[in-house]
RNA sequence: GCCGAAGUGGCGGAAUUGGUAGACGCGCUGGAUUCAAAAUCCAGUUCUUUCGAGAGUGUGGGUUCGAUUCCCACCUUCGGUACCA
């Protein structure tokens, strides 16, 4: 019989914590403020899965290695709780959104609970709450209600923008904006009111503009990218084109320097601040027009070599680019028509990682205005048409992708910089004396920049530019869960933000989840919601799921306040976040957003700090195993067909013709091995599962179901449909979630925590492995049979522990808090190990080494500390009280083991005194008598002692 | 394709201002205890070996007295790639 049951002291003390709200934080305290953040979760169907807990767990043992350090500690927990998983569940069961978000979070909360977190639940926000919504669509409707002045790189009110239009037009404006023309004031004054509002829409922080959806005809819904597979939706596998769409949008583009800059800063790691600089991608060039031959039109190209302008043989436009369909010719039309076609087929990734060169002529010639000669423009789909101007000059002389496809194609080039005097460069190096460049021959390239910028300028075909590979934030989401945009159009069709009395604007009850006409949300089938009873009518899309997460860490400082989004004492107070937490895989969406937004609002003075997450640290993600099917992209007489892997291979089917799809884990047999498979059973669950699929055909070796029906090829009676497995991040769209629940109940919630933090370094990636956790389970077992006997008995007494313990203890100790800090989690539980072991040996139960020892290991495992502590004649809560501190008195060293190397490998040791000098170390290790045969017939030639590390010698 | 990260025993991993490779744990092997098992405890466990030693941290090179750690090239896996969050 165990001395201690892990599931009532895991209960007790709970009830405890609750009852005394031992984590409930203040807002004003005497103590400094520490704001420890995790990245909330998406409360999923599936439940909180193993992978969420392994920051939640390191971040509150900071939290409460922090408040034992003695500060006052924000460490809150909210959900994220608007997004498409809900809507997608709602179709397909029929239950509302409203009330599976409501379950989720429900479940979530027991689970995170069930994980002893030290988080102040008072404070918990919900994204699809009105009351926090409200305040999601009022930052809204204040960047609707801004625009970005460059000049002093802030944001201003629009009105302001608006009095300067009347005064001197747009052109003096430092704005940052997506207008193309230019007006004067009198232009500007003799404008209808619908034309005024349009020009300012384009100067607006949000906006709306043509963008591009992933449209599936078939299933009339705009799909995420997440729901398209190879092409095809995922739901029915039909194929996905790409459609033009109205859309808001957000002009982060215009935070890009002040984003970048500001990287340098904050400590986050260099491989995120390395992301999200490259995620911006700053870069300095040139645009310039080109006129294109018998048309009006020109066409603008952003380029960042304009000292190759020479070498440009012929232009590239983006398939999707707006004068395509103008300058095509007719003999063109049918060819571009095809390829535009082929083009929207494809979703941007697939044309990224296209490596052959595609593209068509589309018959019009524009000319270079350097040469004054005739290049022919083309489409390809290597040019993409939200970067730069989605139009380039191509230089198949200095660029890879130009050269490609020129090449391919039989174009022109033309060498414009030799670069003889530098062997080691290649095309994209900006080094080499122009050639064949007219007034630049024999510049340098980096002069030649500066002077084919001048040259343009002159000319008056463009100016010196610095572009940035980030695009501004599509926002719109043809959808119902989500913030409905704060939005109403008056009978002109001028869009007008609610004011602050008007919000929230609440999403109005449906049963219908299905897309309206045209895609269009669901929204726009609640025709008396759409309507409103003044005439107007309201935006129907709403916002996606990073709205909520782009200023969460804001509410939790107040979550109650009703008058602000949060008032300026908290915020004062509480600032920033000091250490966040949180998932890689968040590293440019949620991220750049939540700075953009308080950047936003510092412009605003609404917070006191530019950034919004001092410190961050990365998580790596517990992997699982993905189980897929394969499913034919061809039908079979109408019917979609699933084939069994090991047929597909035996038939040598291509994967050309497959599509992965994945499936619940729960269905499959075998799972995580090799021979995983389905059998009927589980193609009955997987047909429930996805009711599109209930006519499918499903083959394997042994024959095949169909309708509920197995039909044996041979003698076979049963399907072993095997699935294709691959090691991927567990996440509900994956389907291959595993609950901690079943861990906890048999294990305990300490040793679950434990466990998580023993399986590596927080930051790296793993697949998740229950085996193992008995060394985490028989460690704690270890840990409090040095406070209580085998039958119950207490163990600790007040004698004068051996120095021994003491020096145990103290490294420990050290050792402990250096890893805390250091985020290293599971060389801590290494040392507890260690220590334990080494403790138990001694038959150590002094309460002054135990005590100590409880005390170090409260962030650790909250549980059975506070329970050993109470039985240690401790009042309230370990976790109020102070963290040991090192003795350095009992950390001396009285001597050095040293590994003694010949040519660096170790031949033997020598122990000797710490205080030994390297003189009395080397003749020591030279006379050892192990190390004589290493010397035989050789000659030292060198000798290398480090104190307190080791000793080298080199023979020869 | 592009950006970022990782690759060390059968497995998770430890060790980096360049200094004993494999800490700690799982698993496995042997032993103790037991009528037997569970549990517990003890010992062993990178590979090869002629038992002297030799090889070894994804692969191939380089720098160094000494490289898991630094440099160059490559391979593989994972995350992101703008509508999963």
Known sequence: MSAINYNEIDKKWKDFWDKNQTYKVEDISDKPKYYVLDMFPYPSGSGLHVGHPLGYIASDIFSRYKRMKGFNVLHPMGFDAFGLPAEEYAIQKGVHPADSTAINVKRYREQLDSLGFSFDWTRQVNTSDPKYYKWTQWIFTELYNHYFDTQIQKARPIEELAQQFALSGNESVTAANSQEENFSADQWRSMSEVEQSEILMNYRL????????????????????????????????????????NQWYLRITAYAERMLNDLDGIAWSDALKTIQKNWIGRSEGASIEFVVEGSEEKIEVFTTRPDTIFGATYMVLAPLHELVEKLTTSDQKEEVDEYVKYVKAKSEIQRMAEKESTGKFIGSYAINPFTNEKIPIWIGEYVLKDYGTGAIMAVPSDDERDNAF??????????????????????????????????????????????????????????????????????????????????????????????????????PHTEDFKPGAAGKSPLARIENWMNTPEGKTRETDVMPG??????????????????????????NYWRDVDLYVGGSEHAVAHLMYARFWHKFLFDKGRVPTNEPFKKLINQGMIQGVIEFVYLLKEKENGHSKFICTKLAKEMNISMDELAKIPILIDYVKDYGSEKSYLNMESIKNFINYYPSYKDAIFECG?????????????????????????????????????NPDDIIGQYGTDCFRMYEMFLGPIEQSKPWDTNGIEGVSKFLKKFSSLYVGENGEWLINDETA????????????????????????????????????????????????????????????????????????????????????????????????????VMGKKRATLEMPSDASKEEIETAAKNLPAMEKWFEDKEIIKTIVVPQKMVNFVVK
């Open 802 to 901: 051996p120095k021994e313990a003491h020096k145990i203890l103290n490294k420990t100790i050290q050792k402990i808090e250096k890893d805390i800090l250091a985020f290293s989690m599971n060389t801590a539980i290494s040392a507890f190990m260690i220590c334990v072991n080494d403790l138990k040996k001694l038959k150590v139960h002094n309460r002054e080494i135990l005590q100590p020892l409880l005390h170090l290991m409260a962030p650790f495992a909250p549980f059975i500390t506070d329970e050993l502590n109470e039985r240690m004649g401790g009042k309230g809560s370990i976790h109020h009280e102070a963290f040991p501190v090192v003795n350095e008195e009992h950390l001396k060293e009285d001597s050095f083991t040293y590994p003694i190397c």
């Open 546 to 571: 990073v709205a909520g997460s782009s200023w969460y860490y804001l509410r939790y400082m107040d979550p109650h306040n009703e008058d602000a989004f949060v008032s300026p004492e908290k915020v």
């Open 406 to 507: 020129a090449k391919k194609f039989g174009l022109p080039i033309i060498q414009v910089i030799d670069k003889s005097e530098y062997p080691e460069a290649d095309m994209s190096d900006k080094v080499g004396k122009m050639i064949n460049s007219g007034f630049m021959n024999g510049m340098e390239a980096k002069d030649a920049i500066k002077a084919a910028c001048k040259k343009v300028e002159e000319l008056g075909i463009g100016q010196a530019r610095v572009n940035y590979k980030m695009r501004d934030a599509n926002f719109s989401r043809q959808r119902y869960w989500g913030e409905p945009f704060p939005i109403e159009y008056n009978s002109n069709g001028i869009p007008l933000a609610l004011s602050l009395e008007e919000l929230p604007l609440e999403l």
């Open 702 to 738: 042994a024959g095949t179901f169909h309708q509920g029906n197995f039909t044996p090829k041979g003698d076979g009676t049963e399907t072993h449909l095997f699935t294709h497995s691959e090691v991927g991040k567990m996440s509900k769209s994956k389907l291959n979630v595993i």
């Open 206 to 245: 949000a906006y709306r503009k043509t963008g591009y959806v992933n449209w599936c005809e078939a299933l009339g819904t705009v799909l995420a990218n997440d729901q398209i597979k190879e092409g095809l939706s995922v739901r029915g596998g039909h194929p996905v084109t790409q459609k033009a769409m």
